[in-house]
């Protein structure tokens, strides 16, 4: 391998860094989205039990309710992983067609362009769709502690 070829692998290999940092920050992406998703699975599964076995009738809607936002948010946490993981695996095939294009001495950028377009618009939708996923969450929470606060006020003195 002659000097020149060299120097055009290292430029192609400075070339990759950049995307390999957008690959660091979709990794944070995901760890942050599955601990997410492993909570609300949890939650879900204490609540379909808790109504499974709730004697009370007048408790199940909430329960059921409180149900089905969980599972709501289990699907947008799930999409919005997808979502991250496609553009991840874009953002790998920029580095590889970079790569491609050094060593077939091949004019791919209409191709790296369009793969990075595709990362970012991938990376884009995760992003909405985990935006919507904490807003269910904390409207969530917010009706929940009025719910509570009603009930202090309406119950009597003790």
Excluded: Y
């Excluded at 979709?26 to 499974?52: F, P, Q």
């Excluded at 929470?141 to 003195?157: C, K, M, N, Q, Y």
């Amino acid at each position: 391998m002659d000097l020149n070829a060299i120097e055009n692998i290292a430029g192609v290999i400075q070339l990759a860094v950049a995307p390999v940092f957008l690959l660091a920050g979709i990794a944070g992406m995901l760890n942050v989205l599955s601990i997410r998703l492993g909570r609300v699975v949890d939650r879900a599964r204490i609540v379909e039990v808790r109504l499974a076995s709730e004697r009370h009738d007048h408790h199940k809607p909430a329960l059921q309710s409180e149900t089905e936002g969980l599972w709501k948010r289990i699907r947008l946490v799930n999409w919005s992983l997808r979502m991250f993981v496609c553009a991840a695996l874009l953002v790998c095939l920029v580095i590889m067609t970079l790569f491609l294009a050094e060593l077939t001495l091949s004019d791919l950028s209409f191709m790296v362009s369009t793969l990075f377009i595709g990362a970012m618009g991938l990376m884009i939708m995760g992003l909405i769709l985990f935006l919507v996923e904490v807003s269910i969450s904390t409207r969530r929470i917010r009706e929940g502690i009025v719910e509570i606060l009603t009930e202090e006020a309406d119950s009597p003195p003790q």
